[in-house]
Nanobody, 119 residues
């Protein structure tokens, strides 16, 4: 059973930085894609970034390209989301997710961590 535990959220001023972590357990993740999603109040959950665990290929939503960086540490089984130049519109609950490479939908989710960016 896949378990994902996020941490690192908090309150930051606009222009600041945060690093989110997602500790993954329960599987060997070499065949997985790991993703970050976010959900703002009253809005749907949307894709932010993803990474192929084995190759390290990264993908980003247009809204975060050049500001956010996704990475993984194989030894620690942890995925990171480095968020720089944060904006008030980045305020949301951020979720870590995982899916096998053979699947199209993410079917393993963490509990989420709140990120609040003040103006």
């Amino acid at each position: 059973q896949v378990q994902l535990v996020e941490s690192g959220g908090g309150l930051v001023q606009a222009g600041g930085s945060l690093r989110l972590s997602c500790a993954a357990s329960g599987r060997t993740f070499s065949r997985y894609y790991m993703g970050w999603f976010r959900q703002a109040p009253g809005k749907e959950r949307i894709f932010v970034a993803a990474i192929s665990w084995s190759e390290g290929s990264a993908y980003y939503a247009d809204s975060v390209k050049g500001r956010f960086t996704i990475s993984r540490d194989n030894a620690k089984n942890t995925v990171y989301l480095q968020m720089n130049s944060l904006r008030p519109e980045d305020t949301a609950v951020y979720y870590c997710a995982a899916r096998l490479r053979t699947r199209t939908e993410y079917d393993n989710w963490g509990q989420g961590t709140q990120v609040t960016v003040s103006s």
